[in-house]
Nanobody, 120 residues
């Protein structure tokens, strides 16, 4: 199983970006899908999560600005980021709970990350 994140880049403050993360490989089902970020010199933090049924949760710092969504048919999770601020600069990682066979509880997989840089 592999997770491939994309969509990062350089954007001015106030701008928008959309991140995508596609899961591929031997996949039976996917549970929660999450976005984390890690800024230079800081610990990795949870930004947003979405269940297989579509329930979402957000870090307080991004509520009202970021939207997480998923396309279960495409094994893909998205992160729409609006009103970006310099403090949002970080490497963004996707994480997914993947079940590979019907009798396996699954485990979490990480993508390699995509860099988002917001210039002020």
């Amino acid at each position: 199983v592999q997770l491939q994140a994309s969509g990062g880049g350089l954007v001015q403050a106030g701008g928008s970006l959309r991140l995508s993360c596609v899961a591929s490989g031997s996949i039976f089902s996917i549970g929660n899908m999450d976005w984390y970020r890690q800024a230079p010199g800081k610990q990795r933090e949870l930004v947003a999560s979405i269940t297989s049924g579509g329930s979402t949760n957000y870090a307080d710092s991004v509520k009202g600005r970021f939207t997480i969504s998923r396309d279960n048919a495409k094994n893909t999770v998205y992160l729409e980021m609006n009103s970006l601020q310099a403090e949002d600069t970080a490497v963004y990682f996707c994480n997914a709970r993947v079940v590979t066979t019907p009798t396996y509880v699954g485990r979490n997989y990480w993508g390699k990350g995509t860099l988002v840089t917001v210039s002020s």
